[in-house]
């Protein structure tokens, strides 16, 4: 019998927690060719979302295609990743795809490459100027619509990790996106990303492209009620009895963050797998052993720290994350003065291991935080 939690990858089927109302939501949008910006901290499981959605509109007859941007290095890789996914999308035979390409976007060299799991797909031959690179861009970034009308078929397309697209420095690329989006309308788009400060800007300052192109989703955690039922039937469904309260329990100490929910379940059923029943006292158990398991990891994160962004960051794992900035704050916990404080708080924000939540600042993940309060203090 396998573990029925997942963490880590995306999850799909089964293994998702069904969020309805976002998933409800947002496919309908998306259907009317909205664009939509999507911003969440970490894990809290915008791609499997996405996936989900997309699966969903694919379903009801319309082209879907997802663009991962950590895979966009370069924009020769943007271009290749952009076309390869419009080009399969509609023939999924390689040849074929390769001479579609040919066929609609003239000028551009496609060619068979091998892709980072070692399988045949669809490349691009490098193009040496940035600006003839930009002019591919542009077409390409049309043909999701001339498409859709060709062929009476709507197009949805999620980019995710949208905040990468600022690596490639210049508002060109924004504002050729901007130009070519705003006009499609048998498209929808959905830009996701975690930088809350990169996409913010990105939508929220009047002075660049992407202002107030789509609606911003906030993405939440999962609704705890959801998830409480969702986690104790995997519990159940497996033969497992396990104690009254012990979800909330898990629930409480992970925060309700779902990467961590399920992680830690994982854990525990794991540990128990052979006698099948769970004692609440037994989540301390499994959270440190999962605390020593990332021992390598955060303790690379933590060596990577200077001293000051240390202290701060065990203050908030210890006394919270709320007025952090006053001074009895401060002193209590002897991170003065403010302005140096203010320098951690930012740089490690801007690291994302920091977040902010209205007035609050809060540990990015629950487990760092764990692992700071036993293992530096
Ligand atoms: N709806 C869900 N149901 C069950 N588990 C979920 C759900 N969403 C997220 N998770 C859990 O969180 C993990 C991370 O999800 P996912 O990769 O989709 O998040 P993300 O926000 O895209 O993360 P990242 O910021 O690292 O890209 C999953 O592996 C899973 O354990
Ligand atoms: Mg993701």
């Known amino acids: 019998m396998r573990n029925p939690f997942k963490y880590g990858g995306i999850v799909t089927g089964d293994d998702f927690a069904n969020r309805t109302g ?10 009317d060719s909205e664009k939509l910006f999507m911003i969440s901290p970490r894990r809290l499981g915008k791609t ?8 969903r509109l694919e379903e009801s007859g319309t082209h879907t295609i997802y663009i991962d941007l950590y895979k966009a290095t370069s924009l020769n890789r943007l271009l290749e990743l952009y076309s390869r996914k419009i080009a399969l999308t509609l023939e999924n035979r390689l040849e074929k795809a390769i001479s579609l390409v040919r066929e609609i976007i003239p000028g551009l060299r496609p060619k068979i490459t091998i892709d980072g799991k070692g399988e045949a797909t669809l490349g691009i031959e490098y193009i040496n100027t940035r600006r003839d690179v930009i002019r591919m861009l542009n077409q390409v970034y049309d043909l999701p ?42 498209v929808g788009y959905l830009f996701a990303g975690s930088k809350k400060h990169l996409i913010g800007d990105m939508v929220y300052n009047s002075n660049r492209p992407f202002y107030k192109i789509g609606r911003v989703i906030n993405l939440e955690k999962i609704p705890e009620e959801e998830f409480r039922v969702f986690l104790g039937d995997k519990f159940r469904v497996t033969g497992f009895e396990i104690e009254s309260g012990l979800v909330d329990n898990i629930l409480e100490v992970t925060e309700n963050y779902p990467y961590n929910a399920q992680f830690l379940c994982h854990e525990l059923w794991d540990m128990k797998f052979e006698e099948k029943k769970i004692a609440l006292s037994e989540i301390e158990i499994a959270m440190d052993s999962i605390l020593n398991e990332e021992t ?31 001074k009895e704050y401060i002193s209590e916990n002897g991170i003065g003065p403010v302005s140096t404080l203010q320098t951690s708080v930012k740089l490690l924000i801007k690291k994302e291991i920091l977040d902010r939540k209205e007035d609050v ?3 990015n993940d629950v487990f760092f935080k764990e692992w700071i309060r036993k293992k530096t203090l």
């Open 22 to 31: 976002e998933i409800r939501e947002i496919t309908r949008d998306l259907s």
């Open 48 to 55: 499997s979302l996405i996936v989900n959605i997309l699966e």
């Open 145 to 186: 619509q001339k498409l859709a009308e060709k062929k009476n078929k709507n197009f949805v397309i999620a980019f995710d990790e949208f905040q990468e697209i600022l690596n490639f420095n210049g508002e060109s690329i924004e504002k050729g996106m901007r130009s070519a989006f705003q006009h499609h309308d048998r």
């Open 296 to 326: 390598p990891f955060f303790a690379r994160i933590w060596e990577g720290l200077p001293l000051h962004q240390r202290n701060v960051l065990q203050a908030i794992a210890v006394c919270g994350g709320e007025k952090v900035f006053s």
């Open 361 to 363: 600042l809060f540990i």
